[in-house]
């Protein structure tokens, strides 16, 4: 089983920067895959950005395609996403994710298997 424990969320200014972390414990040895989601209220989860862990291959969504970067530690207990130039739609509750498929689309919540609770953003 793995843990997720999520911090850095804060409220900032637009074109500010913020870097969130997550903590990750327990059993990763058949992990492949972690990422950041987000949600907003009354939206669906949605994919930021994933790495997968052989190799390092990043992955995001459009709308953060250069602002954002992912990072993992090499022993996989810390996940970090570097937030820059932040916007209004960015304000979201960010969700750290774990998967040990590496068989779907790096985007779709359904794969994942472990998730945290969350750290709110909020761009104002």
């Known amino acids: 089983h793995v843990q997720l424990v999520e911090s850095g969320g804060a409220s900032v200014q637009p074109g500010g920067s913020l870097r969130l972390s997550c903590e990750v414990s327990g059993d990763t040895s058949n992990i492949n895959f972690m990422a950041w989601f987000r949600q907003a209220p009354g939206k669906a989860r949605w994919g930021v950005a994933a790495i997968k862990s052989e190799g390092g291959t990043t992955y995001y969504t459009d709308s953060v395609s250069g602002r954002f970067t992912i990072v993992q530690d090499k022993d996989k207990s810390r996940l970090y996403l570097q937030m820059n130039a932040l916007a209004p739609e960015d304000t979201a509750m960010y969700i750290c994710?774990?998967?040990?498929?590496?068989?779907?689309?790096?985007?779709?919540?359904?794969?994942?298997?472990?998730w945290g609770q969350g750290t709110q953003v909020t761009v104002s």
């Open positions: 994710a774990a998967r040990r498929t590496q068989f779907r689309s790096w985007n779709v919540a359904e794969s994942y298997d472990y």
